[in-house]
């Protein structure tokens, strides 16, 4: 079992910047593929990012490449989501997942936080 607690959501003002932290409880994290997935009100989940154990494979979806960076600190069993030149559309909870293989598709990760909260002001 690997839970996850994200941090770092709050307001910004548009182009500005946030520091999403996710922190897993497992001794096996470096074996995980970690993602970020969004949800805005009334629309479906989406994929954000996501980052291979090994760090040789990330995928971002085209709505933030060049914007955002995941990253991970395996030794501290983190994650983390840099969002740069924020905009109004990307106000959502944004969740962190892991899972054994990387995919768009939230299907594929088993373990999910419970989100926190990016607000962007225009």
């Known amino acids: 079992q690997v ?3 994200e941090s770092g959501g709050g307001l910004v003002q548009a182009g500005g910047s946030l520091r999403l932290s996710c922190a897993a409880s497992t001794r096996t994290f470096s074996s995980y593929v970690m993602a970020w997935f969004r949800q805005a009100p009334g629309k479906e989940r989406e994929f954000v990012a996501f980052h291979s154990w090994s760090g040789r494979s990330t995928d971002y979806a085209d709505t933030v490449k060049g914007r955002f960076t995941i990253s991970r600190d395996n030794a501290k069993n983190t994650v983390y989501l840099q ?4 905009k109004p559309e990307d106000a959502a909870v944004y969740y962190c997942a892991a899972g054994l293989a990387g995919s768009r598709s939230n299907t594929m990760y088993a373990y999910w936080g419970r989100g926190t909260r990016v607000t962007v002001s225009s």
């Open 3 to 5: 839970q996850l607690v």
């Open 83 to 86: 969002m740069n030149s924020l």
